[in-house]
């Protein structure tokens, strides 16, 4: 302590309790807690935001591709090998393949349910979603058409299947409005599948309400001929898609138009977002409230200590040393209570995301639990505007104790 300034020596010998001054050490310990408890709630929610946003946009990501192209005309996409074939090679892209949409009733003997009908070309499909690794069982080698003889494959969502009732191995009925003319009218068309499969997304729509089968069987079953709904695009970089899709649009010409991941999902995540900083603005009211705390700790220690105020002054202190003495006081009680936090905050988020402690409704947040994912960013960000909170806190109850007379406060010792 030989090196120290006298400032801060006094400053942490005020933070001592004395018996006569145990009141204001308990002020300044729950001052401390406070902050501490604010920083660690800030940060939890922080992380909770974070992990639910990163989860959600991953398996989103994961099931969908980033870039969808289709033709800007009612003009049937025939010409899908190759635009598929030019956008492979654009830079920023790892992967395009064509694919068929249309909507269907998956049914057995016993149950039926609606479902989003994806039509895909194997290989080519593996190159712009993870749908091989979302695999709950069976095996994608099998989603095969019935050119070579036998039944088409498809596959379905996991909670499709079990609603359903069916495993690997079973028939399912799929039925689409699109139908051929008879003589009693309009028929639905109708197609016997083997189940090859089950996928788990991780997500409520997709594994509830989607089915994927070979392109040519859904093209069939469309009545669109050898045609596609859409090319779909996986890029190197998320953030870059629209610059890709710019550079795809360049070399296509007119006739065609594109969507992104970030515009399909924009509600979402804008929602999420704004979720994310109300609650951040929210718990981090108790950090200013903790500050308060500071303002009224360090006022009642400039009243308990006004007499070695005024001698520390008659010594010769200046009216700044004074001032950086109970700022110091403060900010040594914000900073132990930031540090206490931050720590306490980064093992929380560690424990529940490890634990998968929060789980949250499949059909509102499309996952069955949430991440906690703590940001260095947001970390240093809470850090860094709670000591700056602590230290704005000190300065009026600092510059009120360079106020005092001493002459008035030796007067009555």
């Known amino acids: ?74 003009v049937a996409f025939e010409e899908y090998r190759e635009v598929t074939d030019l956008v492979r090679h654009v830079p920023g892209v790892v992967g395009a393949a064509p694919a068929v949409y249309s909507k269907g009733l998956v049914s057995t003997p016993s149950h039926a349910e609606f479902a989003t009908l994806k039509g895909i070309r194997g290989e080519e499909e593996w190159s712009v979603t993870d749908l091989p690794s979302q695999l709950a069982a069976g095996s994608v080698e099998d989603l095969r058409d019935d050119t070579g003889g036998g039944m088409p494959g498809i596959l379905l969502g996991r909670t499709m299947a079990v609603k359903l009732g069916v495993t690997v191995g079973d028939v399912v009925t799929v039925t689409t409005p699109q139908g051929r003319l008879s003589p009693f009218g309009m028929l639905p068309l109708q197609k016997k599948l083997r189940v090859v499969g089950t996928v788990r997304t991780g997500l409520y729509e997709f594994d509830t ?91 009642l220690m400039v009243m308990e200590k006004h007499q070695d105020i005024a001698i520390l002054v008659s010594m010769g202190a200046s009216r700044g040393a004074i001032t950086r003495i109970f700022v110091l006081q403060g900010t040594i009680i914000g900073a132990a209570g ?11 988020c560690w424990l529940l995301d490890a634990y998968e402690v929060l789980q949250v409704p499949g059909d509102v947040y499309q996952i069955t639990h949430v991440p906690f994912v703590l940001l260095p960013g947001d970390a240093a ?5 709670a000591l700056l909170i602590c230290f704005l806190a000190t300065i009026y109850p600092a510059r009120g104790a360079t106020r005092l007379d001493p002459a008035e406060a030796l007067r009555h010792e």
């Open 1 to 74: 302590m030989a090196g120290t300034p006298f400032e801060l020596r006094i400053a942490l010998r005020y933070l001592v309790a004395r018996r006569k001054q145990a009141f204001i050490s308990a002020i300044s310990a729950i001052s401390m807690i406070g902050v501490a408890v604010g920083v660690m709630a800030l940060m939890i929610a922080l992380g909770l935001m974070t992990g639910l946003q990163g989860e959600i946009r991953e398996k989103i990501l994961g099931a969908t591709s980033h870039l969808h192209l289709f033709r800007s005309t009612s």
């Open 209 to 299: 309400g989607w089915a994927w089968i070979p392109m040519q069987t859904a093209q069939r079953l469309d009545s669109r001929g050898d045609s596609a709904t859409q090319v779909e695009v996986r890029v190197e970089d998320i953030y870059r898609v629209r610059e890709v899709a710019g550079e795809i649009l360049e070399r296509l010409g007119p006739g065609y138009l594109t969507t992104d991941w970030i515009e399909m999902n924009a509600p979402l995540f804008s929602a999420l977002w704004l979720e994310k900083t109300a609650i951040a603005l929210t718990i981090f009211l108790i950090v200013m409230v903790a500050a308060l705390n500071i303002v009224a700790t360090l006022i």
């Open 338 to 348: 930031t540090l206490a936090g931050a720590i306490l905050g980064a093992a929380a």
């Open 381 to 385: 960000l809470v850090v860094a505007g």
